[in-house]
């Protein structure tokens, strides 16, 4: 059975810094690119980042690029965000999901709540 | 970036009655949409990828058409299990952008 399950949110103030771990099991990690999904409270979904088998190819929406780093670790069947210069509107809870060809973001975190706030 | 318009964005229905969902894209996508399913506090399920294809798993009672840039979810019998939300995502290009959602109550 896919599980993916994230962790390492909070609440953090404007400025600081937070990182998202999401561990995988039930399939081959190395195997599937990987994305994060993002929703603040009462807004719609957002892509935020996706990487690729490797790690070698990263992207990101314009909103937090330069500011947010997805990385793997595909011995651990982990995935990361590392979120630093933090802003209010990037409170919101924070999905993994698994980016197959056959079906893209086919499984999903049940999530993680990150609050920036002062 | 292609904007995905979902309707209705709440929806009233009674046990065994027939529901559709609207998604409407900004641009031509060819089949590239999913329609999801999440319950409060649970992860998103997949229930529809590349419009018309049920996931593995999932009821007969869902199903999924389009027709140009229109994309329809159908659940042909409403059952209680089945009240949640529901959105759908374009995959077609980057960035993959989403619907607003659609929550799903009883009458």
């Known amino acids: 059975e896919v599980q993916l399950v994230e962790s390492g949110g909070g609440l953090v103030q404007p400025g600081r810094s937070m990182k998202l771990s999401c561990a995988a099991s039930?399939?081959?990690?190395?195997?599937?690119?990987m994305a994060w999904v993002r929703q603040a409270p009462t807004k719609g979904l957002e892509w935020v980042a996706t990487?690729?088998?490797?790690?070698?190819?990263?992207y990101y929406r314009d909103s937090v690029k330069g500011r947010f780093t997805i990385s793997r670790d595909n011995a651990k069947s982990t995935l990361y965000l590392q979120m630093n210069s933090l802003r209010s509107e990037d409170t919101a809870t924070y999905y993994c999901?698994?980016?197959?060809?056959?079906?893209?973001?086919?499984?999903w975190g049940q999530g993680v709540m990150v609050t920036v706030s002062s | 970036d292609i904007q995905v318009t979902q309707s209705p964005s709440s929806l009233l229905a009674s046990l065994g009655e027939r529901v559709t969902i609207t998604c409407q894209t900004s641009?031509?996508?060819?089949?590239?949409l999913n329609w999801y399913q999440q319950k409060p506090g649970q992860a998103p399920m997949l229930l529809i990828y590349?419009?018309?294809s049920l996931q593995t798993g999932m009821p007969s009672r869902f199903s999924g058409q389009y027709s140009g840039r229109s994309f329809t979810l159908t659940i042909t019998s409403l059952e209680p299990e089945d009240i949640a939300n529901y959105f759908c995502?374009?995959?077609?290009?980057?960035?993959?952008?989403f619907g607003a959602g659609t929550k799903l109550e009883l009458k």
């Open positions: 990487i690729s088998t490797s790690g070698g190819s990263t």
């Open positions: 995502l374009q995959h077609y290009s980057a960035p993959h952008t």
């Open positions: 590349y419009a018309t």
């Open positions: 039930g399939f081959t990690f190395s195997s599937f690119p």
């Open positions: 999901t698994r980016d197959a060809h056959r079906a893209p973001f086919d499984y």
């Open positions: 641009q031509s996508i060819s089949n590239n």
